[in-house]
């Protein structure tokens, strides 16, 4: 049995312990946001691939008993004035083996436009699988009034592909760079 | 004794009167009735926006309005109608009752109760302002994104959304409040002798959602508020081109609002075995095992999410653990289910209206439950999702589980909170037009979905409109018979109808019948205990 | 006198209801299935309500017999148990359990299981590719390898206006009709890449079963292999603004040798188009196609008069840079310019050049700059469009 006093006391503690809930909960909500990009980076949750150079590991050797075929699409986003499209459609590559591609670009307007590039890999699950050594997504791209460009992109399947998967897409979507 | 008592209270029951009572008020009986008056109005508001998008579905073409109206309708009238009239509902009970039900004078922190209370107003202020800035050429109306606010549409849309973003804000932070005052009221203010384990069970119900409410409330704050600042301050939580994602804001959203759907059932789950008991006169069943089912579905609700967006796309192993997490919800249901039909078998019943909406409330929520088990299959899904098939499902959820169950409950302790009996004429026939009008209006809505008509569309293809035009007439009829439901409400209030007696239930168990009808002011000035 | 008028109303009213009734065809279920993602759909479908039916009635069958005998205006005394009390009871108790479980995990788990794995089957073996890019508020299609690699097209919804605002009768295939279908062959298994332009839109066939959501900036995938030559309809099902309702996806299925023969002639008006652009236009001939194509594309946001419904989409009429020049003195095209905005899209206002061709474009343009009160004077050639390619 409380008397007033002690439950005034008690009611306050309690409610600060609440409030303490309520504050972690908004912190989680923020946490979640690098949390939610950790787990697609690990898991491919939703095609993202990393977006940092790959080093070659040189213990991986080339599955030449497999194929894998890779195929490639540009996207131009709305508001960057951009000619944009993949060289070639798709390659076949053995996991392992380091390939080279690249994309075309082209600014139509007379003033230098920058762009920024954004991958994703389908199925997502070959996305952790799919090693980009040099991409030009890896920073912002500018082109000069009228410029074209080759975009080189280096990259290599892993041998840990899972086997039942024998196509990859790989596409950017060009986005006007955002400051 | 009781002279002692009534003296005692005479000379506490002087408080302002008129506006200011109201506007100052702590008591928690005068809280409950601000909150579901409230909620009354707000659901006649969302019941017209919804009559106003079935005449326009009436038939195939537009006839009355311009699709982008029609989306704010759709998705203001889902806002009001959860955040405004359903939470605000429970809410209302919550503070009525569950003081009296554990031998409590009064909430445990009236003054945040008060504020709490008056944050609704101005909320539903917000939500609905921009359709009348549009009439004077300010913004071009409400938010029409639907009310889960999906990026990037809601970055896109028009002031509708910042004022949405700020209407939910609002509501967040009054019904974090109301939580917050419940859990302290629950753990520290019970009578002597009344454990836990005799706690009523709709204070269990609302225990649970109100820890549901403090857990998941704040993420979904959080998740408008990086809306807000991707909408005007050049953030890119949402936005590919700046290392955002998208369905980032679908999983934040639903990490809410799959939890929200229990938050808005586990109150009325608390007050049907109350109501089950009573009219069958026999004492609830299973009383351990609905409270361990509420902390099951509390539990599971926070870890099935993703069954919302199954179409978005994801690996192959997150398919089959929401798919198979979100099936293992309907064991605790099946719990609770169990105990409200074991409750009714081999009762003395009698249907009086709380009773007969109580009992048509197990039937028209059971349908949403096993319709919720089938959409739970991801396959299938991709056909039901976002189809009028959904529509139907939630509708037998949260119209039938929720404010008919709200319903039940209010007639039940109409009498209490008022003192005059409603008539109960009138009230069965609301509870018959109800139900048959809610199934007129929301069955067809299941054949629709199959046949392939997407929800959210403000005009439909000629192979729909047969049931479209079922569903339209069940939709009106469904509206107007609520106006019964109001008049019921209304008359009791203007204290018209027989004298209630403290006790109108002859099976009715609980602390809040052996107080007056309507209750003292002040009740419980002497503490009652629990043997 | 007005109950007589109420009732002839209500007869009325039932009347035409009736009518209407007995000559629907009402659908109960899926519409016909025509790949095996969605035949085994239907199936799990069939089968699973099935279970929840018998569910259903099994447990509104008890209820209704407790309402009907255990009444107080029956007599019938109170029983005062609250939960099971011996043995015996326990295991009766558990029993409607272990069937749920049962039914869950294994009737209802298993085919689940089966059906999801059926439904992410994109990784392999595929004959095709097509990659569909949704957008406010239409389809683009584009066919990556094949017969018809190369073909790439928009499909907009063809009922018009007037069907819509009930100026005109509405036809049978009102608002599931597109003017570009889809065209696909038979039996070969087609992996459908799915991308968006703008917000999210879900791409979904009901009776291919699929339904895939469309991301701005992300790669979706799924696959369907249609069993029969058909027209297959559906509509995009994600809230995606106002023309939400009016974005449907019309699939020709055909043979093989049919789907050969598309290609062939779809490439062909493709080039057609592409060589009218190299050819000089008259200001009369693209006024009149600007018109046409503004109508059709423009007018939904920026309005027939050109006035816009301000601030989300402005006006075109005395527009600053509708009336300002397309390409600075070098001939390059000028940043920000009317041209650009058209041609490459800005916030909400979509990239045309994935949409219209180089003809439509010019005359869209032209047609803005010397429509609604604007006097630019002055005109576009497909062929400066086609430049910028």
Known sequence: MMDATEREIANRRLVRKLLGVVAAACVFAFALVPLYDVICRVTGFNGKTGNAAAQVEHATRVDTSRWVTVEFVGNTMPGLSWEFHPRQSSVRVHPGQVELTSYFARNITNQPVAGQAVPSVSPGQAAQYFKKIECFCFQRQELKPGETKEMPLTFYVSPDLPENVQTITLSYAFYRAVQ | ???????????????????????????????????????????????????????????????????????QLIGVHALIMIFAALMPAATGFANWLIPLQIGAPDMALPRLNNWGFWLLPPAAI????????????????????????????????????????????????????????????????????????????FAWGWLITAFLLIATIPVLAGAVTMLLTDRHFGTHFFNAAGGGDPILFQHLFWFFGHPEVYILLLPVWGFIPHILSAFSRKPTYGYKAQVYSFWAIGILSLVVWAHHVFTVGMPVPALLYFMYSTMSISLPLAVLFFCWIATMWRGAMSFETPMLFATGWIILFGIGGLTGLVLADVAADAQYHHSYFVVAHFHYTLFAGGMMGMMAGTYFWLPK??????????????????????????????????????????????????????????????????????????????????????????????????????PPYHSFTVQPVVK | MALKRFKAMGAAIALAFWSKVAYAEFVWNFPKPVTPLAEDTLHVH???????????????????????HHRKDKGYKPANFTGPSTKAQVFWTLVPFALLLYI??????????????????????????????????????????????????????????EQIYNQAEKGPDYLLEVDNPVVLPVGKKVRILLTSNDVI????????????????????????????????????????????????????????DEFKKWAESKKAELAAASAVAEKEWSKEDLMALGKEVYEKNCSV???????????????????????????????KLIKDSHLDRVFNGFRVMPAWKGVLNDVEIAAVVTYERNAFGNAMGDLLQPAQVKALR
């Open chain 2, 1 to 71: 004794m009781t002279t002692a008592a009534q003296a005692h209270e005479a000379h506490h029951d002087h408080h302002p009167t008129g506006i200011m009572r109201w506007l100052t008020t702590t008591n928690h009986k005068d809280i409950g009735t601000m909150y579901l008056v409230f909620a009354l109005i707000m659901f006649m508001v969302g019941g017209a926006m919804a009559l106003a998008v079935r005449a326009e579905l009436f038939q195939p073409g537009m006839q009355l309005m311009r699709p982008e109206f029609f989306n």
């Open chain 3, 201 to 256: 839109h879900t791409w979904w066939v009901p009776q291919f079963g699929v339904a895939r959501d469309a991301i701005p900036g992300f790669l979706r995938e799924t696959w369907a292999r249609i069993d029969e030559p058909g027209t297959y309809k559906g509509q995009c099902k994600e809230l995606c603004g106002k023309g939400h309702g009016f974005m449907p996806v019309v699939v020709n299925a055909v043979s093989e």
């Open chain 3, 301 to 331: 946001c920026h309005q027939v008069d050109g006035k816009g419904v301000p601030p989300a989409f402005p006006p075109l009429a005395g527009s600053k840079i509708v009336n300002g020049p397309n390409f600075d003195a070098e001939g």
């Open chain 3, 46 to 68: 069939n089968k699973f309500m099935l279970i929840c039916m018998v569910i259903f009635l099994v447990v509104l069958g008890i209820m209704i017999y407790s309402i009907i």
């Open chain 3, 104 to 161: 869950d995990f294994i009737l209802m788990g298993i085919p689940a299981y089966h059906s999801v794995i059926t439904m992410e089957d994109t990784k392999n073996n595929a004959d095709m590719v097509i990659k569909v890019t949704g957008m406010q508020w239409r389809w683009q299609y584009e066919y990556m390898d094949g017969d018809a690699k190369g073909i790439k097209f928009v499909s907009n919804l063809k009922t018009p206006q």
């Open chain 2, 417 to 518: 909170m008022t003192g005059r009996m409603y008539s109960e004429k009138l009230g069965k026939l609301h509870f018959w037009l109800t139900a048959i009008a809610f199934n007129l209006t929301f069955m067809p809505q299941f054949f629709l979905g199959l046949a392939g008509m997407p929800r959210r569309i403000p005009d439909y293809a000629l192979q729909f409109a047969e049931f479209n035009m079922i569903s339209s007439i069940g939709a009106f009829i469904l509206g107007l018979s609520q106006l019964i439901f109001v008049y019921n409400i209304v008359s009791c209030i203007r204290g018209q109808g027989e004298k209630a007696a403290d006790k109108p239930w002859e099976g009715a168990e609980g602390l809040e019948w052996t107080l007056s009808s309507p």
């Open chain 2, 126 to 201: 917000l939500l609905t302002l921009p359709f009348i800035l549009a009439l004077f050429g300010i913004g071009d109306g409400a938010i029409a994104t639907g009310w889960t606010f999906y990026a990037p549409l809601s970055v896109q849309e028009g002031i509708g959304v910042d004022f949405a973003i700020f209407a939910v804000h609002l509501l967040g932070i009054s019904s974090v409040m109301g939580s917050i005052n419940i859990i302290v009221t629950i753990f520290n203010m019970r009578a002597p002798g009344m454990t836990m384990m005799k706690l009523p069970l």
